[in-house]
């Protein structure tokens, strides 16, 4: 690090790591002709130092991996700055070293079905599969994402526009699993049999219907748990758990219930409508509410308590039963404005524009959808905490974690409030940093990366990713060469996970059958002649080969 000359001689720094790490160092340069050292003395032993020459401060040699800050004092003055050690490369486990071969299964968690379920697949039907597919020799289970949805509004259901991407989706707690379940049989007659047979029994997921079973039990089971748990190991682990929350997830929580206080008087959905002081998460009004409506804050926290043990409970399973990587979970690309982490961090969004993509084969028109885009000037100023939060939520009690959209590392396309998708503009990201921290939080978690790196992707992108030690995602039916034959997958990448379909194209049995064809045509989603030339290609039969080898998905060591 290089000094401004006329501070060089007046200038003092001191090293220190944040309370993740054990080690301390300082440093004082002094003017051109003379060495200082720096000395680092880890807390838990041993010793080791650096020098300083002239106007460049050399920080210790070996610091850890992580995240860390500089103190520079000067002329009266003193300035700090994060330090980040991050690796070059992702993680990867035993499972994807060079040469290794792993198959796993995809499930979209809602549509898993039990003899248990209540109309919805839970975490015990997640552990269920997980245990299974791992005897069967299974390395991995692909989960859609689990980010936190609209508490308030159970029809708002997508999980790529979440309210947070950070917390989860309650209606994926198993009721039955939840403490005094068992034991409380009032609070197991708010959900009477004949109602969960026909929520089960539901072709397609009833949401409303599960939430209304779901809310009115676990609103019963939390006010048992205070009343007879609150002073228990249970208590003091529900304590612990908000502790290491914080902040983050009592704003969460207050938006919660801020959210089903003003939607439940028949207010609007978004919080852009809610009165000014409301929307403003650090103002007196919103202290206030949350101190008159504690109770409420509390059982929203009390739920992603109960969601996240869940969760860890079917990662273990997976784990028990013998998946060598685990969990593969998904980090959608954004958030829904109208949800918590746009209410909680309005600096960070950008109004008026939404994240999308630019016009291709598959959608002549761009699309639109709809999740606010994030300042990259906010987010360098913040010192990249959101996304760092958002990466440890999405690796917590996962093998691998898919990103999707994955170039938004580098860049994302914006599309102005107002207009087509066509008259949107590509906005730079300093892809370089969040490469790195990607790869730190990966060390850090021990948890693989899968880039989605699908659809209009920059040059280059893929090598950098490639050396990155990122996962690319290869989808047969796009793996095609020039003439539309199908690439095999033994000429994919040798660092890949190949799939028969994502969550937004059609089925193997729906590509097969060409329905996917027919949809675009009766939605007119793109021209009929386009459509059959560049997509149809040859007959759908002539893939047999291609489809039956790349039907599961497949992750590879170099």
Not at 287 to 292: D, G, P, Q, T, V
């Amino acid at each position: 690090m290089r000094f401004p000359l006329e501070t060089r001689t007046h200038t003092q720094a001191s090293y220190e790591s944040n309370k993740e790490h054990t080690a301390t160092a300082c440093g004082h340069p002094g003017p051109p002709d003379l060495n200082s050292a720096v000395q680092n003395r880890p807390q838990d032993g041993g010793e080791s130092a650096g020098k300083s020459e002239g106007a460049e401060l050399h920080l210790p040699p070996g610091l850890p991996l992580g995240y860390h800050r500089l103190a520079i004092t000067g002329v009266g003055e003193t300035a700090e700055i994060g330090l980040v050690v991050a690796p070059d490369a992702c993680h990867l486990g035993d499972a994807l070293q060079p040469g290794a071969r792993s198959w796993g299964l995809t499930a979209q968690l809602y549509g898993l079905r039990s003899a248990h379920d209540w109309g919805i697949g839970d975490f015990s039907d997640l552990a269920t599969l997980g245990r299974a597919a791992g005897k069967l020799g299974a390395g991995a289970v692909g989960i859609n994402p689990l980010h936190a949805l609209f508490a308030a509004e159970p029809r708002h259901f997508s999980p790529y526009s979440p309210s947070s991407r950070v917390w989860l989706d309650y209606l994926y707690i198993d009721v039955t699993a939840v403490p005094g379940f068992a034991e409380d049989a009032a609070a197991r007659a708010l959900a009477p049999a004949d109602a969960v047979l026909a929520a089960r029994g539901a072709q397609l997921v009833d949401y409303v219907a599960v939430a209304a079973l779901k809310r009115s039990v676990l609103e019963a089971l939390y006010r048992r748990f205070r009343k007879r748990d609150g002073g228990s190991a249970l208590g003091a682990a529900f304590g612990a758990f908000r502790k290491e929350g914080g902040d983050a997830l009592a704003a969460f929580a207050t938006f919660e219930a801020l959210h089903e206080h003003f939607t439940g008087a028949g207010g609007p959905f978004s919080w852009h409508a809610w009165p000014a002081e409301m929307r403003d998460p650090n103002s007196a009004a919103v202290a206030e509410f949350a101190r008159a409506h504690a109770g409420r804050v509390e059982f929203f926290e009390f739920l992603q308590w109960q969601a996240d043990l869940q969760l860890g409970a079917a990662a273990a399973a997976g784990r028990e039963g013998g998946l060598g990587i685990g969990l593969y979970r998904d980090l959608a690309v954004g958030v829904n404005p109208n949800g918590a982490e746009a209410w909680a961090d309005r600096e960070l969004v950008v109004p008026g524009a939404a994240i999308g993509a630019p016009p291709d084969l598959l959608a002549r028109a761009g699309q639109n959808w709809g999740l606010a885009p994030i300042n990259p000037l906010a987010l360098r100023r913040r010192g990249f905490a959101p996304l760092i939060a958002a990466l440890r939520a999405n690796m917590r009690h996962a093998g691998v974690l898919r990103i999707d959209h994955v170039m938004s590392l580098q860049r994302l396309y914006w599309v102005p409030s107002g207009l087509p998708a066509t008259l949107g503009a590509y906005v730079n990201y300093p892809f370089r940093d969040l490469l790195r921290l990607v790869a730190l939080e990966s060390h850090r978690q021990g948890c693989a990366v899968i880039g989605e790196d699908l659809g209009t992707v920059p040059d280059g992108f893929r090598e950098t990713m490639q050396r990155a030690n990122v996962l690319s995602y290869r989808v047969f039916v796009f793996e095609r060469r020039g003439d539309g034959g199908f690439i095999p997958p033994g000429d994919y990448p040798p660092l890949a996970a190949a799939s028969a379909a994502t969550h937004d194209l059609a089925t193997l049995k729906g590509f097969w059958l060409g329905q996917d064809i027919a949809w675009r045509r009766r939605l007119i989603a793109i021209e009929t002649s386009s459509l059959d030339n560049s997509v149809s290609g040859s007959p759908r039969g002539s893939a047999a080969s291609a489809a039956t080898t790349s039907a599961l998905s497949i992750c590879r060591g170099r």
